[in-house]
C-alpha cells in the first residue's frame, strides 16, 4: 500500500518560514520524481514544485527564489523549504508522486 503523509504545515507571519515534509512508503521512493502541489480556497489545484529522481527541479514563477524542493532518498522523504512567505501562498500542500496523493498539509500566512 503506498502512503504520502505531509508534515509541518502551520501557521506564519508574512515573511516567515516553513518547512513541509512527504515520508513516503509502499514505493521506491528513489527511483520516482516527486511534486508538491498546494490549492487555495476556491482556486484549483497547482504545481508549486518537482523534482526528478536525479535532483532536477522545476519552480512555479511565483515562488522562484523562495521555496526550495529537495528530497532524502535514504529517509523516503520530500521536502519543501518555504521562505519569505506571503498571505498568497496561503494553501493546503500536498505531495505527490506517479498518481499517489497525500492528505494536505494546511499553510496559513498571516499579513
Known amino acids: 500500500q503506498v502512503r504520502l503523509v505531509e508534515s509541518?504545515?502551520?501557521?506564519?507571519?508574512?515573511?516567515?518560514?516553513?518547512?513541509v515534509s512527504c515520508t513516503v512508503s509502499g514505493i521506491i521512493f528513489s527511483s520516482n520524481a516527486?511534486?508538491?502541489y498546494r490549492q487555495a480556497p476556491g482556486k484549483q489545484r497547482e504545481l508549486v514544485?518537482?523534482?526528478t529522481n536525479t535532483?532536477?527541479?522545476?519552480?512555479?514563477?511565483?515562488?522562484?527564489g523562495r521555496f526550495n524542493i529537495s528530497r532524502?532518498?535514504?529517509?523516503?522523504?520530500?521536502?519543501?523549504?518555504?521562505?519569505?512567505?506571503?498571505?498568497?501562498d496561503t494553501a493546503i500542500?500536498?505531495?505527490?508522486?506517479?498518481?499517489?496523493?497525500?492528505?494536505?498539509?494546511?499553510?496559513?500566512?498571516?499579513s
Open 72 to 88: 532524502d532518498n535514504a529517509k523516503k522523504t520530500l521536502y519543501l523549504q518555504m521562505n519569505s512567505l506571503r498571505p498568497e
Open 49 to 51: 514544485a518537482r523534482i
Open 8 to 19: 509541518g504545515g502551520g501557521w506564519v507571519q508574512a515573511g516567515g518560514s516553513l518547512r
Open 34 to 36: 516527486m511534486g508538491w
Open 93 to 110: 500542500y500536498y505531495c505527490q508522486t506517479v498518481n499517489f496523493w497525500g492528505q494536505g498539509t494546511q499553510v496559513t500566512v498571516s
Open 55 to 64: 535532483g532536477s527541479t522545476i519552480y512555479a514563477d511565483s515562488v522562484k
